[in-house]
């Protein structure tokens, strides 16, 4: 009972859906229950094209009132880039000094209170992809689909980078082994690499020239970070930028090794296609990183494990979120009911838990984390 | 709503970013009391992706701590309260910061004109505001059209021209909104709130080019003329259009909203009417802060003005790492009485922004924590000054500066400290401090207060609930917010200005006895609440000001606390602390804060640390 902190998925076999929603309103290019690839459109539409505000009545010298009497176009005419738009009144009739189109695209309105005039370039279409394979679960007419599939999820904690694939490979033999830039070859281009306790800059940067699609670690130095990025991350939201490569870290900032059960679980699954993103928001509306697997030839329903117990109880796997003990995994032991006095002076809800050597000391319970799946 | 008399048992959450705070109030032989709190992880996001099962969490705890069922076998709030049975209570109600609280942009013509008038009344109705927008901002249409798509507020407040002024440049940003074609964060299922509060001869304009788009209600023009602001329908508008399409947006919160007695308040709001009332009661101006996990909210009460700012990005835990990448390394370790790698502090700053709900388990990390707070603290009282200004535009003589707004900023901000008569603190970090003392060495070191100021804290942070208690039973609220809620810690004394090495800056003399007081030095006189006043006299060193004027010595009353009197000796404007890692050697530094943490008794295990 009382308090628990959600964990990160790390899940064999589990039935998985995916949203895949459109930025704005478009149109949805496939059916309920069709088969889908990873790699294959599901939606699309088009972005509004960039606008260009000129407040055409000061540039011609023209009451706003008088500034559609000016116009060679209407409303929802198409223009061509140079092409003349306006004409001012010049001098008897001569003189005039025309207005010229900035931009290739339509006039999309005439204000007659301020003289502005909007211009706006044509859209620019965008596709969304499944993602990963499954099947069309719903269809939310002009907004996205659900994917629903059945695979292996591994939630990570942090990561870099945006939706990528590869064939997953294993290149760290050990979850602890440290890894070198020189380590990745020209054979990993379009693979998603296991490389074990720490990712750096040097080997994301080695990884985006040879194309590997994607680098998982159990951690990586803030200070890689911010020589990657170029400034301070302050508001950890990311999938957006352009490294060449997604990264995937599992754990934490820092040299850590990836747990036990995720290293297990990537390396049977070596040689399989994995879907992967390192978009991750850590606010309202958390998105972690994350790392797919399908299998669409399972029993889904049958295979399917149970859902995780959210409760903090007795016997529940958890990983150690804070130093001392800062990525270790432990079991629950004792949860004693009423506050207790830490080093730190605080009185707080504790738990008594157990290393796998055997180990017990008792941690605030909200430095738990729980081990799902 | 039960009668209101016969009201015996509250229970009342704060749905913060992080988590979700819960408390129980009982109506005892001595009025109504705090009886037990608890909390647990906010559940906004996935998987649990519902407010409510956090607040079924937190109210779990409350119940085991309390050893009475207030929930059913189905997990539903038991109503009212049962006496036979002993299980239930009479009323629910919430406040909310979760889900990234009320995110807006706001507009008006002139950036330091109508513009700020704006953004002064969507942060007075609680809001986050994330871009204010501007004919004279510098940015060209499509740059402003772009950043309305990208930054996909909750709700758009716009200003701009007052009543019989301009109504060009008031549709010229209108039509930049529209062009924008704006989309709600939460969902394309509903159109976005966009209020106008400006120039009354522009609303049929604007109504034509906006009122298709969006969902466009219009307001009383909170700039009617340049010398008056009138942001108070601006505000109701805002919390209305907030609860009614964002919240009823928001993961879980149809079910909340289901769950309580009266209107769920956004956290702010229901903060800044419980520090309003104090200061009304007490006839004092009142500085205060709420630091959360993912903002920092600042509050001033000042004669009849009342200034609330929230600081989107300055928080304990989602944050974290932005406080110390906008603070930088050397501001944050100067209140580090050890040394450490910059490598390592990064890590573990990191670390904490990941797992936001993780916290301080050795004494050396709780100190860094505190650190922390400092810098979030002094971040978000410095957004708070430079917005607190007088009214732009209004003409004083040949006041150009004041005209054009230029000169704006800290230096002219309405707070003086000096006249602030008490600082209260709010928010995990300095209410759930180990010690006390803790917490009013972290209201110094950043609100870093002149003269004679009470410092005072929230004590288990529980002033949103009595906030939105306030609004539905005032007695209950104000009895709990005195016996429970206020924690004095004790008067702080701190002459202004420039201190020398060696000087005696100050001479406290009461009773029989005379506290003398050195440069960069800090003392605590062991005094409680309880023990009553105590008449001094003040006599500042030459030069320095503790209130009526430099050099000027003042007769004044003043109380200790759980703390006691504290004396401030670093002096002010300059602090002289301000570039420590900059300005003095590693080891001045170190012996620096050893000695003012001695002198506060700040961490009695400090020994064991380094």
Redesign the interface.
């Known amino acids: 009972?009382?308090?628990?902190?959600?964990g990160l998925?790390v899940t064999p076999a589990a039935l998985l859906r995916f949203e895949r929603r459109l930025?704005?309103?478009g149109e949805v290019v496939v059916k309920e229950g069709e088969r889908v690839a990873w790699d294959q459109v599901v939606a699309r539409t088009d972005l509004?094209g960039?606008?260009?505000?000129v407040?055409l009545a000061n540039k011609l010298g023209v009451d706003?009132s008088e500034l559609e009497a000016r116009l060679f176009k209407k409303v929802g005419d198409s223009l061509d880039k140079g092409e003349v738009l306006a004409k001012s009144k010049g001098l008897f009739g001569y003189f005039q000094t025309p207005f010229r189109s900035p931009i290739t695209g339509k006039l999309?309105?005439v204000?007659a209170?301020?003289?502005?005039v909007?211009l706006?370039s044509p859209p620019r279409p965008i596709s969304m992809s499944a993602y990963v394979d499954g099947i069309i679960e719903s269809v939310e007419p002009n907004?996205g689909v659900t994917v629903k599939t059945f695979g292996s999820l591994i939630q990570g904690?942090?990561g870099l980078g945006g939706e990528t694939s590869g064939v997953l490979e294993c290149l760290a033999s050990e979850a602890d082994q440290t890894l070198r830039p020189e380590d990745l070859e020209a054979a990993h281009k379009g693979k998603v690499l296991v490389v074990g306790r720490i990712v750096t800059a040097a080997m994301v940067r080695r990884a985006a020239e040879l194309g590997v699609s994607a680098l998982i670690a159990g951690g990586v130095?803030?200070?890689d970070?911010?020589e990657l990025l170029g400034?301070?991350?302050?508001?950890?939201i990311t999938g957006n930028e352009r490294l060449g490569v997604t990264m995937v870290v599992t754990e934490?900032?820092?040299g850590l090794p990836i747990a036990g059960k995720t290293f297990g679980l990537l390396k049977d699954r070596v040689g399989a296609r994995a879907s992967t993103s390192g978009a991750t928001q850590?606010?309202?509306?958390?998105i972690r990183p994350e790392i797919i697997v399908t299998d669409l030839e399972s029993d889904w329903e049958k295979e399917a494990e149970e859902p995780p117990d959210?409760e903090l109880a007795i016997d529940a796997p958890v990983r150690l979120?804070?130093?001392?003990h800062?990525g270790r995994l432990a079991k629950v032991v004792e949860l004693p009911?009423q506050p207790e006095r830490?080093?730190?002076?605080?009185?707080?809800r504790v738990a008594e838990v157990e290393l796998t050597d055997g180990t017990r000391f008792r941690?605030?319970r909200?430095?738990l984390?729980l081990i799902e799946g | 709503m039960a009668d209101k008399s016969k009201i015996r048992s509250i229970l009342a959450t704060d749905c913060g970013s992080t988590t979700t705070k819960c408390i129980l109030i009982e109506l005892g032989e001595d009025g109504y009391r705090l009886a037990v709190r608890g909390e647990a992880p906010t559940t906004v996001e996935a998987p649990a992706e519902d407010v409510t099962q956090g607040v079924l969490n937190a109210v779990r705890e409350v119940s085991e701590l309390i050893g009475r069922p207030l929930l059913d076998d189905k997990g539903k709030l038991i109503r009212p309260y049962d006496s036979e049975k002993n299980q239930g209570v009479d009323i629910y109600l919430s406040t909310s910061s979760a889900g990234g609280g009320l995110q807006m942009v706001v507009g008006g013509v002139v950036r330091e004109m109508t513009a700020k008038s704006a953004e002064k009344a969507a942060l007075g109705a609680g809001a986050i505001v994330m871009d204010v927008l501007a004919v004279n901002d510098g940015r060209l249409p499509h740059e402003k059209i772009e950043l309305i798509r990208q930054l996909r507020p909750d709700m758009i407040l716009l200003a701009g021209g007052v009543d019989g002024g301009t109504v060009k440049h008031v549709v010229e940003l209108a039509q930049v909104v529209g062009a924008a074609d704006p989309r709600p964060r939460l969902g394309m299922a509903y159109e976005l709130p966009v209020i106008y509060a400006g120039n009354k001869d522009a609303a049929g304009d604007v109504e034509e080019t906006l009122g298709g788009k969006t969902a466009l209600e219009l307001v009383e023009n909170l700039r009617p003329r340049l010398e008056e602001e009138n942001l108070q329908p601006s505000r109701l508008k805002i919390q209305e259009q907030f609860l009614e399409h964002v919240m009823a947006h928001a993961p879980g919160y149809p079910n909340l909203m289901a769950m309580v007695d009266e209107e769920i308040m956004p956290t702010p709001a229901a903060v800044g009417s419980i520090m309003e009332t104090i200061a009304k009661r007490d006839g004092i101006s009142i500085v205060g802060a709420d630091i959360g996990g993912a903002t920092t909210d600042v509050f001033s009460v000042l004669g009849e003005t009342f200034n609330r700012t929230v600081s989107a990005n300055y928080g304990m835990s989602y944050s974290f790492s932005n406080v110390y990448a906008e603070a930088g390394h050397q501001q944050v370790m100067r209140w580090v009485p050890f040394s450490l790698d910059e490598r390592e502090l990064r890590n573990r700053i990191k670390n904490k922004m990941i797992r936001p709900t993780s916290i301080p388990y050795l004494l050396e990390e709780l100190i860094l924590e505190q650190a922390m707070a400092r810098e979030a603290l002094r971040l978000s009282f410095e957004q708070h000054k430079s917005l607190v200004t007088g009214l732009k535009g209004v003409q004083k003589g040949s006041d150009l500066t004041a005209l054009f707004g230029l000169g704006d900023g800290g230096e002219d901000t309405l707070i003086n400290m000096l006249e602030v008569d008490m600082v209260i603190g709010s928010g995990g970090v300095l209410s759930h401090a180990p010690r006390r003392h803790q917490t009013a060495m972290m209201l110094i070191d950043s609100f870093l207060p002149e003269g004679v100021t009470t410092l005072t804290v929230d004590s288990i942070f529980m002033m949103p609930q009595l906030g939105v208690l306030a609004a539905v039973h005032p007695e209950a609220a104000t009895q709990v917010f005195e016996r429970d809620c206020l924690i004095y810690l004790g008067d702080c004394v701190a002459p202004v200005g420039r201190v020398k090495e060696g000087q005696t800056v100050l001479k406290m003399s009461f009773d029989s006895e005379v506290v003398e007081l050195k440069a960069g030095e800090m003392k605590v006189i062991s005094r409680t609440r309880e023990e009553g006043p105590l008449k001094v006299v003040l006599e500042p060193a030459p030069g320095l000001d503790v209130g009526a004027g430099r050099g000027k010595p003042v007769e004044r009353t003043v109380y200790g606390g759980v703390v006691g009197m504290m004396l401030d000796g670093r002096g002010r404007r300059p602090f002289g602390f301000a570039n420590a890692v900059k300005e003095l050697s590693e080891e001045v530094r170190l012996a620096r804060l050893k000695t003012w943490n001695q002198a506060l008794d700040l961490y009695p295990e400090e020994a064991k640390v380094g």
């Open positions: 009972m009382g308090s628990y902190t959600p998925k930025p704005l309103k509004p960039r606008v260009e505000m407040n706003p999309e309105s204000s209170t301020t003289g502005q909007i706006r907004q904690i942090f130095e803030d200070a970070i911010r400034y301070d991350l302050g508001v950890a934490g900032f820092g850590i606010r309202a509306g958390v959210l979120i804070r130093e001392p800062f009911v830490i080093p730190s002076g605080a009185k707080v941690v605030p909200a430095n984390e």
